[in-house]
């Protein structure tokens, strides 16, 4: 890299280069898969014959904003279901699971989580330590799980055993690795629990949780026999443009018990000003595809930078991707906080403050947050955050463009060399 705008060590700069050239068959394959997935975006909006019209605004009770409804036909073509919600007022990927959630599930239905202990925001939703006020287990859900094996794979004998054994409304999968060293779930992955789960139990409601992977792969969980999808538009969907919101996707009966869930009984989708937001979210998701590529490419560079760098990384540098989170076992909280100080230095918002642990709400531990976002706390603009405990590792995320986030990433081991915490 040649660049005379940041003070980066110079051994760095030459480590970048050699990685650059080592990367260049995984960009090309992410550059394919972006590719694919853009010709999709781009033939869902033709098709749907989106004009200037469905950008304009609603207000008051939002009967009969097109922008709106059309919205909702081209992310469902986008997602490979026969529905969608997608709208401004879901407030986080939390609120857009647990609006699926309750939705869907009745008192004395039970749930079944294959994938192990859930994020750890989805917690307080589910009730699992503790009766939370207004939890689903204050509503007389049942939540159980099957926890992964020791590889972080799913456990398909554990899974098979728990639905011959007892009949479930809802199996839920958690795609991403949240807060651990866990394998995301490709797609591929995904189709096969899918499967074993319709051969025993077909009339079982598979949902997935699919915040971070949204166009990593060409097929998404509703192509593959998932139910019900739902996801966040600050992270992939949204491309970096979309300034909140939320989607869920998936069978029309379900998706409209969500709807009924969002609003009321009886209303459902039929409501909903978008007051003004609907430009902002075509845009999103019309660059989509683009972004979540070099997201991706942002994940690999890291990969690769810090596994020369002598640091344990998952996914490795050369892995198929299922998110586009990477991971960094940076082993103390010295070079962990130092590790997000550097990533916040090359932030385009905020470079100027230095990222502190504190207890986040919906937390158990405290958390560090490097975010320098136009967004507040988009996880597809680059960002890095991590709670404060062993193994003490990085997830970082995002980047609307290679260009800044090999930078970023730059800076934060330049963060780490320069507290004494890197040896180069």
């Given at each position: 890299m040649?660049?005379t705008?940041?003070e980066?060590?110079s051994r760095?700069?030459?480590?970048d280069?050699q990685?650059?050239k080592e990367t260049?068959?995984q960009?090309e394959?992410?550059d ?7 010709q999709?975006v781009l033939?869902?909006f033709i098709?749907?014959?989106?004009s200037?019209?469905?950008l ?9 904003d097109?922008g ?27 609120h ?14 039970k749930m ?6 859930p994020?750890?925001t989805?917690i307080g939703v ?5 009766q939370?006020?207004g939890?689903?287990?204050?509503f007389g859900v049942?939540y159980?799980?099957?926890?992964l094996?020791?590889d972080g ?13 007892d ?19 490709t797609i ?12 025993i ?7 997935v949780?699919n915040?971070?992977?949204e166009?990593?792969q060409?097929k ?5 026999g998932a139910?019900?999808i739902?996801g966040?538009?600050i992270?992939?969907p949204?491309?970096?443009i979309?300034?909140?919101g939320g989607y869920?996707?998936g069978?029309h009966?379900?998706v409209?018990q969500?709807?009924?869930r969002l ?9 909903g000003a978008t ?6 979210m075509?845009?999103g ?6 972004t979540?590529?070099e997201?991706?490419?942002?994940a690999?560079?890291?990969?690769a930078?810090?596994?020369k ?5 998952t996914?490795?540098?050369n892995?198929e ?13 010295e070079a962990?906080?130092?590790f997000?100080k550097?990533?916040?230095s090359?932030?385009p918002i ?7 642990p504190?207890?986040m709400?919906?937390?158990t ?10 967004t ?6 680059l960002s ?10 990085a997830?970082?995320q ?11 990433v730059?800076l ?8 004494g915490l890197?040896t180069?």
């Amino acid at each position: 890299m040649k660049q005379t705008f940041f003070e980066v060590d110079s051994r760095l700069l030459a480590l970048d280069e050699q990685i650059i050239k080592e990367t260049k068959e995984q960009f090309e394959k992410i550059d394919a898969i972006a590719q694919y997935n853009q010709q999709k975006v781009l033939s869902a909006f033709i098709k749907h014959k989106v004009s200037e019209m469905h950008l304009g605004i609603s207000t008051g009770y939002g009967y009969d904003d097109i922008g709106r409804d059309t919205l909702e036909k081209l992310w469902a073509d986008c997602m490979g279901s026969e529905d969608s919600l997608i709208r401004h007022n879901f407030v986080s990927g939390t609120h857009t699971l647990c609006v699926a959630l309750f939705g869907v599930l009745r008192p004395k239905d039970k749930m079944l989580c294959v994938t192990g202990r859930p994020y750890d925001t989805l917690i307080g939703v589910l009730g699992i330590d503790g009766q939370v006020d207004g939890s689903l287990k204050d509503f007389g859900v049942e939540y159980r799980q099957v926890d992964l094996k020791e590889d972080g794979t799913p456990d398909e004998e554990a899974i098979i055993k728990a639905l011959k054994q007892d009949t479930y409304k809802m199996v839920y999968i958690q795609r991403s690795r949240g807060y651990s060293l866990r394998p995301s779930l490709t797609i591929e992955t995904i189709e096969r629990l899918c499967k074993i789960v319709k051969e025993i139990a077909p009339e079982t409601i598979i949902m997935v949780d699919n915040c971070y992977g949204e166009f990593v792969q060409t097929k998404e969980p509703t192509e593959v026999g998932a139910d019900l999808i739902a996801g966040s538009l600050i992270k992939n969907p949204g491309g970096g443009i979309a300034p909140t919101g939320g989607y869920i996707a998936g069978r029309h009966d379900l998706v409209e018990q969500c709807a009924f869930r969002l609003t009321a009984p009886g209303v459902g989708r039929e409501v909903g000003a978008t007051l003004g937001h609907n430009r902002e979210m075509y845009m999103g998701v019309f660059a989509s595809p683009h972004t979540v590529g070099e997201a991706l490419k942002t994940a690999v560079y890291c990969s690769a930078l810090f596994s020369k760098l002598g640091y344990s990384v998952t996914p490795a540098p050369n892995e198929e991707r299922a998110d586009i989170i990477q991971a960094v076992i940076l082993g103390n909280r010295e070079a962990l906080i130092a590790f997000c100080k550097g990533m916040q230095s090359g932030a385009p918002i905020d470079s100027f403050v230095s990222p502190e642990p504190w207890a986040m709400p919906g937390y158990t531990d405290e958390v560090i947050m490097a975010a320098g976002s136009f967004t507040l706390g988009a996880s597809i603009e680059l960002s890095a955050d991590a709670p404060l405990r062993e193994p003490f590792a990085a997830w970082m995320q995002g980047g609307l463009n290679f260009h800044s986030g090999q930078m970023g990433v730059l800076l934060a081991a330049d963060s780490m060399a320069k507290k004494g915490l890197l040896t180069l």
